[in-house]
Nanobody, 123 residues
Framework: QVQLVESGGGSVQAGGSLRLSCAASAYAYAPLYMAWFRQAPGKEREGVAT???????TYADSVKGRFTISQDNSKNTLYLQMNSLKPEDTAMYSC?????????????????WGQGTQVTVSS
């Protein structure tokens, strides 16, 4: 069982930045992949970025060059630095953990989820 708690969401104007955090706890074995997903009203959940235990990363095309995923293993915390935010980035952002052996931005591959934190970008 992995418990995930996100923080850092909020409201920002277009072009601004936010950093999301996800604190992980209560696991016996560290997840092999951690990821950020987002879901806007009326849309399907979308994979944003994923990171493995060797700090290898994968990003959705829509956020490449603007978002950076990272993790601090000593603090069991996952981060998402979001720069140059756009109104279309507005969504509920959730972190997730997986014990798969491949990088994936598909929600179906993730076993554990946080409750989410809202990000709103105004134009």
């Amino acid at each position: 069982q992995v418990q995930l708690v996100e923080s850092g969401g909020g409201s920002v104007q277009a072009g601004g930045s936010l950093r999301l955090s996800c604190a992980a706890s209560a696991y016996a074995y560290a997840p092999l992949y951690m990821a950020w997903f987002r879901q806007a009203p009326g849309k399907e959940r979308e994979g944003v970025a994923t990171i493995d235990n060797d700090a290898g990363t994968t990003y959705a095309d829509s956020v490449k060059g603007r978002f950076t995923i990272s993790q601090d293993n000593s603090k069991n915390t996952l981060y998402l630095q979001m720069n140059s935010l756009k109104p279309e980035d507005t969504a509920m952002y959730s972190c997730a953990a997986a014990y798969t052996y491949w990088a994936s931005l598909s929600p179906a591959d993730y076993n554990y989820w946080g409750q989410g934190t809202q990000v709103t970008v105004s134009s």
